[in-house]
Structure formats: structure tokens, C-alpha cells
């Protein structure tokens, strides 16, 4: 197991940018796949970004991708979201997730380690 620990949210202008962080402790960082996804009021939680052990390969949601870009820092423990040209529609908690494994997933219920949560919040 291990704990993560998100931060980074807040409120921003539509255009704006935001960068979240995850640090991560009790475990081998490295063997992890991270992962970032969001949640919405009253919607379900959906997948925003993943990438794989070595930090050389991503996954983004079609929604995200072009402007969002998730990196990793495995000396330092911590997986990166970094938010450009941010919409009204991100709005949302941000969740980081790790999954031990050699293969990269967007699948929500195969993450079984998350942390608390992180607001973003876009608007005027």
C-alpha cells in the first residue's frame, strides 16, 4: 500500500492553469502506475491521465488531451498534473490513484490506492 497525498487545487479563470501534485509514501514509487482522475457533483468519477512506471508512456481522456500533461519524479515520489487552457467542464475534485503494476490502465476500480482528493474549481 501507499499514501498519497494530493495538492496544487483552487479556483482559476477560464484560460487559466493549474498545477497539482502528488506526493507519495509507504511504498516503492517506482512500481506503481499513477494516475489522475476527477469527479464531478453528481457525477461519476471518470479517468483524466495515466502513466507507466518509467514516466515514458501516457494515457489522457479524450476531453484532456492537448491540454493537460501528467509527469513523474521517481527520486522524488510525485506524479504531476499540469492543467492548461482550463474550462469551465474541469471543474471537478482531482484524485490521484496508484495501481502496483507493469501495465498502464485507465480503469477506475483497478486503482486501489487513492488519496483524499484536491478542488479545482474554474470560473469568472
Known amino acids: 500500500q501507499v499514501h498519497l497525498v494530493e495538492s496544487g487545487g483552487g479556483l482559476v479563470q477560464p484560460g487559466g492553469s493549474l498545477r497539482l501534485s502528488c506526493t507519495a509514501s509507504?511504498?516503492?514509487?517506482?512500481?506503481?502506475?499513477m494516475a489522475w482522475f476527477r469527479q464531478a457533483p453528481g457525477k461519476e468519477r471518470e479517468f483524466v491521465a495515466v502513466?507507466?512506471?518509467?514516466?515514458?508512456?501516457?494515457i489522457y481522456a479524450v476531453s484532456v488531451k492537448g491540454r493537460f500533461t501528467i509527469s513523474r519524479d521517481n527520486d522524488k515520489n510525485m506524479v504531476m498534473l499540469q492543467m492548461n487552457a482550463l474550462k469551465h467542464e474541469d471543474t471537478a475534485a482531482y484524485y490521484c490513484?496508484?495501481?502496483?503494476?507493469?501495465?498502464?490502465?485507465?480503469?477506475?476500480?483497478?486503482?486501489?490506492?487513492w488519496g483524499q482528493g484536491t478542488q479545482v474549481t474554474v470560473s469568472s
Open positions: 509507504g511504498g516503492t514509487f517506482g512500481n506503481y502506475i
Open positions: 502513466i507507466n512506471r518509467s514516466g515514458d508512456s501516457t
Open positions: 490513484a496508484a495501481r502496483q503494476s507493469r501495465t498502464i490502465t485507465i480503469t477506475t476500480d483497478l486503482y486501489d490506492n
